[in-house]
């Protein structure tokens, strides 16, 4: 099969009737073999039934439904396991993205030879609410995961190599950086397009103001489990000793100044009025407690049933 399209929808009845039959006409049109794969994580207006009611006349169509709301990540997540296709398409349930857009999607990968290319809305039909924190997002995305070449992380419209959608996971909400997670598990051949963008036809979006919020968290957690999950003493260990060293030095350096000072009987100051002592002190306690917590952390990543999970490309 040449092209699987997975389709996260949540509340999306009224949209699905024009999307399905939009990518009928793009599909039979570029003579492409195909299945549509939709995702209802946990509607509750009707889409599912829906979903059945155009299964019956579009045999290309597969759907999983989940019993409650997951959340997007989730639902991409069941979708690619479920893929079948060479090339894998996402895109939104919503008519922002357009299918029309597919077939040089599917060029890139199969003739470009590219590992995921990210549409780009470069025109935005959203409200500057939305636009003016995506930019500042986009920008601390790209300088932190080093892919400097996409405008647009969290689009909902992307095209996988099938390998790329059956080696990366994901969960919570990091469908904002799967292309970070696709460079993380070893995909090089990231690239982007530029994409036309609709406004939203029906109902409202899905997602509030705690996207940015929960959006930059994320972040920062796939840097970290990207670069030290699988060896967090480095990153505990290196601050804890440096803070617990700060803080031996300088307490060492009070006391033998003190004692200098009484061998030579001149005046002092005790140890414990020096504010620098309590400095002393808190980056020594920081500093131990930091090592343990890498020590646990070592452990509990000793335990975990991936340590050894690798990304093996080939074998001969
Ligand atoms: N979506 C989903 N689960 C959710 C929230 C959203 O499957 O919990 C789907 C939604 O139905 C749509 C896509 O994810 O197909 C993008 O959502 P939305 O259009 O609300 O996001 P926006 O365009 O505002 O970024
Ligand atoms: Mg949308």
């Known amino acids: 099969m040449d092209i699987s399209i997975v389709i996260p929808l949540f509340n999306e009845v009224e949209s699905l009737p024009e999307l399905t039959a939009w990518i009928k006409r793009v599909m039979d049109k570029n003579g492409f073999t195909y299945e549509i794969v939709f995702v209802d994580d946990g509607s509750n207006d009707g889409s599912w039934e829906l979903i059945e009611s155009l ?3 579009n045999a290309h169509i597969s759907a999983v439904k989940f019993r409650r709301n997951y959340g997007k990540s989730a639902a991409l997540n069941v979708g690619f396991a479920a893929a079948s296709g060479d090339v894998v398409i ?3 349930a ?6 029309d857009e ?7 990968i199969k003739q470009d030879g590219v590992d995921l290319v990210s549409g780009w809305k470069e025109k935005r039909h959203d409200p500057l609410t939305k636009t003016v924190p995506t930019k500042l997002f986009n920008a601390v995305t790209r300088s932190m995961s080093g892919i400097h070449n996409l405008h647009d992380f969290n689009c909902g419209l992307k095209a996988y190599r099938k390998e790329v959608v059956k080696s990366i996971e994901v969960y919570g909400e990091m469908h904002r950086y799967i292309p970070v997670i696709a460079k993380w598990a070893g995909f090089r051949k990231i690239d982007e397009q530029v994409v036309q ?3 939203r036809k029906y109902g409202k979006t899905k997602f509030g103001f705690g996207r940015f919020i ?3 968290l994320d972040l920062l957690s796939i ?3 990207g670069k030290f ?3 967090p003493m480095h990153f505990f260990g290196t601050m804890g000793v440096i803070s617990f060293l700060a803080g031996f030095v300088i307490s060492v350096w009070l006391i033998t100044d003190k004692l200098i000072s009484i061998a030579h009987n001149t005046p002092y100051r005790n140890v414990t009025d020096q504010p620098l002592f309590f400095i002393a002190l808190v980056a020594i306690i920081v500093g131990s407690q930091l090592f343990l917590i890498g020590f646990v952390a070592e452990m509990l990543s000793r335990n975990s049933p991936d340590r050894n999970n690798y990304q093996i490309e080939k074998v001969i």
């Open 214 to 216: 929960k959006g930059f």
């Open 223 to 225: 840097f970290f489990v």
């Open 229 to 231: 999950a699988k060896r």
């Open 94 to 99: 919503d008519l922002q993205d357009s299918p």
């Open 90 to 92: 996402t895109m939104d």
């Open 55 to 57: 299964k019956f006349h």
């Open 102 to 108: 597919i077939p040089e999607l599917y060029r890139r």
């Open 197 to 199: 963008h609709y406004p």
